[in-house]
């Protein structure tokens, strides 16, 4: 089993920042891709922010220029540095992790979701 367990969420102001950050843990073998999306009221789920595992991202237009994603392969934990928030940043962030299982099956793990509030 493997579990990806997020903190960093909160109320801020417009133009303010968050960082969020994610760590994995469980029976790993390897990690593939990690990311961040966010959920929105009334909204799909959609795609912030992608890493590999070679450092390659991409992001959502939307956020490019005010968020950066990162990771740090040594602690299985991904990051998003959120800057210049907007009130449309406002939803529930979901951590995604494609992870290779110690019994080397394929796996897409989910987050519990952590709620961004941008607010005055």
């Known amino acids: 089993q493997v579990q990806l367990v997020e903190s960093g969420g909160g109320l801020v102001q417009p133009g303010g920042s968050l960082r969020l950050s994610c760590a994995a843990s469980?029976?790993?073998?390897?990690?593939?891709?990690m990311g961040w999306y966010r959920q929105a009221p009334g909204n799909v789920r959609e795609l912030v922010a992608r890493?590999?595992?070679?450092?390659?991202?991409n992001y959502a237009d939307s956020v490019k220029g005010r968020f950066t994603i990162s990771r740090d392969n040594a602690k299985n934990t991904v990051y998003l540095q959120m800057n210049s928030l907007k009130p449309e940043d406002t939803a529930v962030y979901y951590c995604?992790?494609?992870?290779?299982?110690?019994?080397?099956?394929?796996?897409?793990?989910w987050g519990q979701g952590t709620l961004v509030t941008v607010s005055s």
């Open positions: 469980g029976s790993i073998f390897s990690i593939n891709a």
């Open positions: 890493i590999t595992s070679g450092g390659s991202t």
């Open positions: 995604y992790a494609g992870v290779v299982a110690l019994t080397y099956s394929n796996l897409d793990v």
